[in-house]
């Protein structure tokens, strides 16, 4: 129990946003140098689309789970609601909404740089893509993108000030009002991340489809999101706050939860993969078809291993959930692996992505928007206490058992 020895020392993830800000900012001269220069504009723009796909939806998978845990009121939620705020709040949103600017700017290209649909050409002799048009076009996705960023956002701030204001008042309705808001949050996200991730991600891949594919993403981005708040919260738990919380049984329910999300992530995954093998149309199947050239295919076979079996082992065991270092190894593994599946999900749609090689541009622009996330992110939760005032339960339950 060595490793719950509190100490006097106090966890203050701020002091990281300058040295975040400052090589994101050096970083982004490079990308955007890229960006424009044509000898490398393709190339960045699909490394860009990737860097996006994982850092845009941390942000998307803590906003949701921001919702989850207003909907449940889980004292576990307790102990990483605040990194979640930050992580998943207005300021990250409209941060990566403003960081899709050059996505925005390929689909209005009238080229086929990353969207085959957003060539005026094509549009008009594909018959898929025409039929699709009414959802797959230059302004209608602009539209669809400022529209969605502008309602998560003002509904992250809404949660996120009324938590504020309850720490303030100890005012017990702004709970109640949230929990309110939690379930008709989850509701709307689901139905605007599909939209979103359909025209973001998805109509990448031009003729593919899958009714799965939105639920599959939602749950791959909140399953990042946990793993990243459980690794904060166990790597620091001998510094205060969380030295105040820690106990084998807010590990339990952090891995609980660790474990529920491995199994709801995979069993999407392999639904949607049974409901297109079973369906045995080019269309659809043309997805794994793709992912199964070149080295791709290794990198989609060890994603059961590394994604399923190796964590589903780890967390079947009482140990590994009794003691925070050890949950958060599991914690820091998953979100390490969420990371190779984004590139396996994103880059093998490209035709000259025929090898799972990783090129300077994936680097670039993939540590680009990381600094810029951990810079707002360590912007936003220093503005707060890292565990909410207003709920003791945590502290009242380590109290009660001392």
């Given at each position: 129990m060595s490793e719950m020895t509190a100490t006097t020392k106090t966890f203050n993830p701020g002091r990281i946003q300058g040295a975040a800000f400052l090589l994101g900012l050096i970083l982004l001269v490079f990308t955007?140098?890229?960006?424009i220069s044509p000898s490398t504009q393709q190339g960045m723009l699909q490394s860009y689309l990737w860097a996006w796909v994982?850092?845009?939806?941390?942000?998307?998978?803590?906003?949701?789970?921001?919702?989850?845990?207003?909907?449940?009121?889980?004292?576990?939620?307790?102990?990483?609601?605040?990194?979640?705020?930050?992580?998943?709040?207005?300021?990250?949103?409209?941060?990566?909404?403003v960081l899709f600017a050059p996505l925005l700017w390929a689909m209005n290209s009238g080229k086929q740089i990353i969207y085959a649909w957003a060539d005026p050409l094509v549009r008009a002799n594909d018959e898929i893509?025409?039929?699709?048009?009414?959802?797959?076009?230059?302004?209608?996705?602009?539209?669809?993108?400022?529209?969605?960023?502008?309602?998560?956002?003002g509904y992250a701030l809404n949660l996120r000030n009324s938590t504020l204001k309850q720490d303030r008042s100890l005012d017990s309705q702004e709970e109640k009002?949230?929990?309110?808001?939690?379930?008709?949050?989850?509701?709307?996200y689901f139905l605007t991340a599909t939209v979103a991730f359909t025209v973001w991600v998805m109509s990448v891949d031009t003729h593919w489809s899958s009714t799965m594919y939105a639920p599959w993403f939602i749950a791959g981005q909140a399953f990042a999101a946990l793993?990243?708040?459980?690794?904060?919260?166990?790597?620091?738990?001998?510094?205060?706050?969380?030295?105040?919380?820690?106990?084998?049984?807010?590990?339990?329910?952090?891995?609980?939860?660790?474990?529920?999300?491995?199994?709801?992530?995979?069993?999407?995954?392999?639904?949607?993969?049974?409901?297109?093998?079973?369906?045995?149309?080019p269309e659809t199947a043309s997805y794994?078809?793709?992912?199964?050239?070149?080295?791709?295919?290794?990198?989609?076979?060890?994603?059961?291993?590394?994604?399923?079996?190796?964590?589903?082992?780890?967390?079947?065991?009482?140990?590994?959930?009794?003691?925070?270092?050890?949950?958060?190894?599991?914690?820091?593994?998953?979100?390490?692996?969420?990371?190779?599946?984004?590139?396996w999900i994103v880059l093998p749609a490209f035709p000259?992505?025929?090898?799972?090689?990783?090129?300077?541009?994936?680097?670039?622009?993939?540590?680009?928007?990381?600094?810029?996330?951990?810079?707002?992110?360590a912007g936003q939760i220093k503005k707060a206490p890292l565990l909410p005032v207003y709920d003791q339960r945590l502290k009242e339950a380590l109290h009660s058992h001392a």
């Open positions: 955007v140098f890229m960006l994982f850092w845009g939806g941390l942000t998307f998978g803590c906003f949701a789970m921001t919702l989850l845990h207003h909907s449940l009121k889980g004292a576990w939620g307790t102990s990483v609601m605040r990194i979640w705020e930050a992580g998943g709040g207005m300021a990250n949103l409209i941060t990566f909404g893509i025409k039929a699709r048009q009414p959802l797959l076009n230059p302004p209608v996705a602009i539209a669809i993108t400022a529209i969605i960023i502008a309602i998560w956002a009002k949230r929990f309110t808001l939690g379930p008709v949050g989850l509701v709307m793993c990243l708040a459980v690794f904060i919260v166990c790597r620091f738990c001998n510094l205060e706050p969380y030295s105040e919380i820690m106990s084998p049984k807010l590990t339990l329910d952090l891995g609980n939860m660790m474990l529920a999300l491995t199994l709801f992530f995979s069993y999407l995954s392999f639904s949607q993969y049974l409901i297109i093998w079973s369906g045995n149309v794994y078809h793709t992912r199964a050239q070149g080295g791709w295919i290794w990198i989609g076979l060890s994603m059961v291993a590394l994604q399923f079996f190796i964590p589903f082992l780890m967390l079947i065991n009482p140990t590994t959930k009794r003691y925070p270092k050890k949950l958060m190894v599991v914690a820091g593994w998953i979100f390490i692996v969420r990371i190779i599946d984004s590139y000259n992505r025929a090898t799972p090689m990783p090129l300077l541009t994936d680097l670039l622009a993939f540590a680009t928007l990381g600094c810029i996330w951990f810079a707002v992110f």
